[in-house]
């Protein structure tokens, strides 16, 4: 499955719950990934909303899936690391 650049209802509403799960997780990792970089460069003063855009980008985008995937009362089931 592709993901856009730009996540948005519409796209969204085409994903079946499985496709949906999918999209979710890997937006989720891609997010921790970027996260995690954030928080090393800025250790405490770290914020979501102020780092730089590749940060705020994943963020939204995993955040729209996210909250479709709890609309739609679907359980998300994240391996421990």
């Known amino acids: 499955?592709?993901?856009?650049e730009r996540v948005n209802a519409s796209w969204i509403a085409t994903l079946g719950d499985q496709q949906?799960?999918?999209a979710e997780a890997?937006?989720?990792?891609e997010f921790q990934q970027n996260e995690s970089v954030?928080?090393?460069r800025r250790g405490a003063r770290y914020a979501v909303?102020?780092?730089?855009e590749v940060?705020?980008?994943?963020w939204l985008r995993?955040?729209?899936v996210n909250n479709e995937t709890k609309a739609?009362?679907?359980?998300?089931?994240?391996?421990?690391?």
Do not use: C, D
Not at 49 to 52: I, M, N, Q
């Open 72 to 81: 739609r009362g679907l359980q998300i089931r994240r391996r421990s690391r």
């Open 20 to 22: 949906l799960l999918r």
């Open 26 to 29: 890997t937006l989720h990792a």
């Open 38 to 40: 954030e928080k090393q």
């Open 49 to 52: 909303l102020e780092g730089p």
């Open 55 to 58: 940060l705020v980008n994943s």
């Open 1 to 4: 499955m592709t993901i856009p």
């Open 62 to 64: 995993w955040l729209l």
